[in-house]
């Protein structure tokens, strides 16, 4: 039986709190620290929920929801799909950043949303940005990201490729990090797939990144290893600041600027 778009607004947004609550528990597990949660109020429709921890395996981890509504810009709505006739939209989604400690650890990014205008669409991806590319992680990451999308028939090269070029510092003409992958707007007409898939991602991320910070948390690192740190969260800014089309929607749609720049590291360095 096909659901309809309530039914749908109902289980995603359901799916992206009971997520953000999973990976908070995961990652409390591993830090001496807890998440500070703040909630807010969009002025337009709905809001959403920040959580944050800054620990000792995690300088700053962010794992935030939201689910809000309203009307496109005029501006704006001539960049979504089925707003010809009306401006209205709504919108759930979970985006998770990590920077960690540890400059051997990869950043870690990943979000999913759905969409729903007069047309309704998922949309997302993750992608791993390390300062230090060691092969074991970047080849687990990647090969965990190809069978999730090989059980629900999803093209893994097309999306891998996508990643790749959506997360390119085209000034600097240097890739973000590793990549991952990235979609938007699937609807294929069977929903129960495509919602199956991005609950299946949202797991894998969480597992990911928790087993791969208990592997590499306690290794040792050099003043050298710092410095390439502090430069690769450079790119990261300039990156979320120039390119990042979910900051761009956030701060077009009166978001909170606190949680769409969450994503932000806590300390980078140019030079």
Not at 23 to 48: A, H, N, Q, V, Y
Not at 100 to 118: L, Q, S, W, Y
Request: glycine residues 8%; proline residues 3%.
């Amino acid at each position: 039986m096909s659901k309809n778009i309530e039914d749908k607004k109902k289980l995603t947004s359901n799916w992206f709190q009971d997520l953000q609550n999973q990976m908070i528990s995961s990652f409390e597990t591993l830090d001496t620290k807890r998440f500070e949660k703040k909630t807010w109020d969009r002025p337009g429709g709905g809001g959403g929920t920040m959580a944050v921890m800054k620990g000792e395996v995690f300088e700053k981890v962010g794992v935030n929801i939201s689910v809000v509504h309203g009307k496109f810009s005029e501006e704006f709505r001539k960049k979504i799909p089925g707003t010809e006739n009306s401006p209205n939209f709504w919108a759930a989604g979970i985006s998770i950043v990590a920077h960690m400690k540890n400059p051997k650890i990869a950043a870690a990014h990943f979000n999913t949303r759905f969409i729903a205008t007069e047309k309704s669409w998922f949309g997302g991806g993750c992608d791993l940005t390390p300062a230090i590319i060691e092969e074991q992680e970047t080849n687990s990451f990647h090969k965990g990201l190809e069978n999730l999308c090989k059980k629900s028939s999803y093209d893994y090269p097309k999306w891998k490729k996508e990643c790749d070029e959506y997360f390119y510092l085209k000034h600097r003409k240097e890739p973000r990090g590793v990549g991952g992958i990235f979609f938007d707007y699937l609807n294929d007409d069977n929903f129960e797939n495509e919602f199956s898939f991005i609950k299946n991602l949202g797991v894998f991320f969480k597992d990911f990144v928790h087993d791969n910070a208990a592997r590499k948390k306690d290794l040792s690192y050099s003043e050298e290893d710092i410095k390439k740190l502090m430069r690769k969260r450079s790119r990261y800014v300039e990156f979320n600041l120039l390119y990042d089309r979910g900051t761009l929607f956030g701060l077009k749609t009166d978001g909170n600027v606190d949680a769409i720049l969450m994503s932000m590291p806590p300390r980078a360095e140019w030079n």
